[in-house]
């Protein structure tokens, strides 16, 4: 069985190695994986080495079950499923355990490889309109948008919807924002990408590279009243201008770091806003399963950048460090 893994810190150190097929429990399936998807964290995970060696790196993937434990009844063999992000995050609120699972980091190998064996409590079935590859980009890019604003941030239709650039989380959160009836201001540095995301549905663009103050901008579209949703995926560079541009009592749902720690942030103005700052790490199963059954009654369908042999992984590790994707990069895997 192929599968790739992280022999060192660097792109460069990813390489292929066969590995016995792992043994199946009673309530175990045994999923041959099509294809996976990147996200940030993928990437910081192969960058650092990985925490061991021989991880097999990647959160996200999707496959078909071929074969089950004598125990299992929620799926059958030849059954589409697709793994969830953690392991044991089944319902409820976060605990220490169901954080600890996730899927490419610790002890948990990832998705990049040919086979992988999970109980049956761990995978959602995969929703019949998706292909593999589109399925492959939802349990954590998609999730953690929809958990911000849906689960967490009870988006309501009319509400206004900031979205920070034009990577994976930030394109479900447009689409999904759409979705429930909300008005969409995206940001991006590239006025090539501001046009893309407003084919997707986005009514305002704003560009930071020329527009740096964007939070004033963003109050100028409202009228003054300021964002009731922000997708916060920058940190460093872009939690201030989160702050001065959210709606009293709105929301910063705290997806990423993609520009480094905060060391300041303006108290006095979180308080004063009486804004609400959400710390998202992905999602429950059953969050999951909500999103799932919204995006087929809409037939949502996730947008893919680019798409890569599983011999060529490293290229797709390196569009994704170059950050020139919009939208989701996704790795096929072997057949």
């Not at 604003?149 to 650039?165: D, H, P, S, W």
């Not at 964002?227 to 009293?248: F, M, N, P, R």
Request: charged share 20%; net charge negative.
């Amino acid at each position: 069985m192929k599968a790739m893994v992280i022999a060192g810190a660097g792109i460069d150190k990813l390489e292929i190695q066969e590995r016995e097929p792992e043994p199946l429990g009673p309530f175990d399936l045994r999923i041959r994986m099509r294809a996976s998807s990147l996200n940030f964290r993928d990437l910081s995970m192969v960058k650092s080495g990985g925490g061991r060696p021989g991880l097999v790196p990647n959160s996200c993937g999707t496959g078909e079950v071929i074969e089950t434990g004598a125990e299992v009844q929620r799926f059958n063999v030849g059954d589409r499923v697709t793994p969830t992000f953690f392991k044991n995050w089944i319902a409820g609120p976060p605990t220490v355990e169901g954080l600890s699972s996730a899927l490419g980091a610790g002890r948990h190998d990832g998705c990049l490889r040919a086979e992988m064996v999970l109980n049956q409590e761990s995978v959602v079935a995969t929703p019949g309109y998706l292909s593999d590859k589109e399925a492959a980009t939802l349990p954590c890019a998609a999730l953690t948008a929809w958990r911000g604003i849906v689960e967490e941030g009870n988006l309501r239709a009319g509400q206004t919807v900031l979205v920070q650039g034009t990577g994976g989380v930030s394109i479900f959160a447009l689409q999904f924002a759409k979705l429930f009836g909300a008005e969409v201001i995206a940001t991006s540095s590239s006025d090539e990408k501001l046009e893309r995301a407003v084919a997707l549905g986005a009514d305002h663009t704003i560009n930071y590279r020329t527009t740096p103050e964007w939070a004033k901008r963003a109050r100028e579209i409202t009228d003054g009243r300021g964002i009731d949703h922000i997708v916060e995926v920058g940190g460093a560079d872009t939690l201030q201008q989160s702050i001065e541009a959210v709606s009293l009592g709105g929301n910063i749902h705290i997806i990423g770091v993609l520009t480094g720690r905060v060391n300041d942030v303006a108290v006095s103005s979180i308080f004063r806003q009486n804004a609400k700052l959400h710390g998202i790490t992905v999602g429950s199963r059953v969050m999951f399963e909500n999103m799932i059954r919204a995006m087929t009654l809409h037939q949502t369908r996730p947008v893919i950048d680019q798409e890569f042999d599983f011999d060529d992984s490293r290229s797709a590790f390196e569009l994704m460090e170059r950050g020139g994707h919009f939208g989701k990069i996704v790795i096929n895997l072997p057949r």
